[in-house]
Each structure stands twice: as C-alpha cells, then as structure tokens.
C-alpha cells in the first residue's frame, strides 16, 4: 500500500506532519509512505527514523498558500507537493494522496486531475457526525455542491451509504433525507424528487425523511443533503462549540466531539482514486488519522467498490 502525504500543506506542517508519520511507522509497518516537500527539512525533522525504509522522498520546490486561487496555483505551480501528490496519483505511482493544504485545490486536484468515477455525476464529501449514544453517523454534501439535482442527492446517498459500511464498520447502514418534515410529500421540489428516487435506489438502506432535530438523535447512518445545507449545518455545528466550551468556558462530553481537530479528514467520494482532504489546521493526531484512514480506504478497496456500484 503507497500512501503520498503533503509534508508541506497545514498551517503547522511540517513539524506536526511528522510527527504524524513517526506516530503511524509505530502501528504500521504495512505501508509505503511517500512523503512530499522540502526534503532535507523533512529529514531533519524525523531524526533517526528518517532512513526508515518504509519512507520514500520526493524534494518539491514550490509552496501553495492557503488563500491563493486553486485553478492559478495548479498552472503556476507544477512543482508544488500538492500538484506533485495529484501527478503520482494520477501516474498509478501511489495508491491514495492526501493534503491538509489549500482545500480548493484539492478540490480542484482531485476532480480535474483524478476526475470522477464513470457514472458519478459530482463526486462529495462527507462529514462525521456525533450521535447521542456515542457513535458516528455521516453526512454529506457538507460544501462542494451547493446546488444540486435529485440525481446528485440520489448519488450521495450510494456513495455515503458505502463509506459508512467500510470505513466506519456499519452493516447495512440506514440513510435518511434531510427535510422539514417526516412525510413523504413534504419538503421542496428538490427533496420530494430525491425522495422518490432514493426510494427506488437497491444500493441503499433508505428509511425516508428526518428533520434538522434528528441529526445527532440516532436517526440514521447516512444523512443526505445538498451541499448549501449541509455546509450551514457543519458551520454552525462548529460555532455551538467554539461558544459553549471555548468561549463560555462551559464543559460538555457530547459538545467536545464537534471540536474539528479531532477530526483527521475526509475523502473525496466518487472520484476515481483515493484522495483525502485534511483540515488546515491538523496536528501530529490529525496527520495520524489521515494516515490510518488511508489505509482503511485502501484495505478495504472502498473506492473499487464504488466503481462497482455505479458501473453500467
């Protein structure tokens, strides 16, 4: 298993970056990790462990800032890690990539470069949503389709419904249409389409609707909504927490669950490669968790299984 990772891309790589590495090499020695960027800073920053043989370098010479323009810094910035990481992906010279960088680019990278799976009409990503009774559901468009057609929700749904089965170990997950009502007539013309349609999906344990007050009561597996939604949802998901507990000071078990650093990353589902967006502001814990994902992404031969679902 060849797993590429942006040592470059994160507002505290690549110190923690490496630090996530050493973390993995102690779990894993199953992997091949290919690490991308300035290479004797990396070096220096793994010590000993930087002979490893389990590690591959490739030197980069450019930089992507978090807030320049994606499609400007692919053209501009060919010797960049993370244009380097989508090239060897793309040249079948690793297996899976994965960035806490520029998350535009990424976006860019792994549509454009990568491109989505035959029959995918937009690929998605999803986000981990806490559930009262501990564990984790999943919902998704969380920001990269803010408009979309029945079809498109339809397709979430497939493709969330699989990363619940692999990646969290769900069997049979159940999947629910975000709505303002449990009725199948109710909602707008979007979500009454997507209803039907979801209805009829074989690919899919779909259970109907639920409302904005179930999202965390253990309703179901697979939440699906269109990306605008979803995005304000995640957002104010965040603001809750960063108000109660950071700012009122205010303890809460089930609330620390919604602080983002906990939270590695998430792939890009429906593309044809594994591709794993972080978040910019991942540490050694964060870089770790990618790492591991990726490698149940890759034991798990998730995304051959979404080809296998949408092939004709």
Known sequence: MRIALDMMGGDYAPEQACLGVLSFLELH????????????????????????PLLTYIHTTENIGMDEHPIRAIKEKPESSIVTGFGLLAKDVVDVFMSSGNTGVMLVGATHMIKAIDGVLRPSIPTPVPQIDGRYSVMLDVGINADCKPENLNQFATLGSIYASE????????????????EEGKGNILAQAAYLLMKENKHI?????????????NKADVIITDGFTGNIMLKFAESLYDVIQVKRNIGDEFLDKFNHRLYAGVPVLGINKPVIVGHGVSDKVSFLGMLVMARRM?????NDKIKESFAV
Do not use: H, Y
């Open 205 to 217: 344990n779909f259970i109907g609707n639920i409302e904005g007050r179930d999202t965390v009561d």
């Open 298 to 302: 890759l034991m798990t031969k998730m």
């Open 167 to 182: 990646l969290l170990g769900i069997n049979n997950p159940t999947v629910a249409l975000m709505n303002i009502g449990e």
């Open 29 to 52: 020695t199953d992997c091949q990790l290919f690490l991308l960027g300035n290479q004797p800073v990396i070096e220096q920053l793994l010590g000993k462990e930087a002979s490893n």
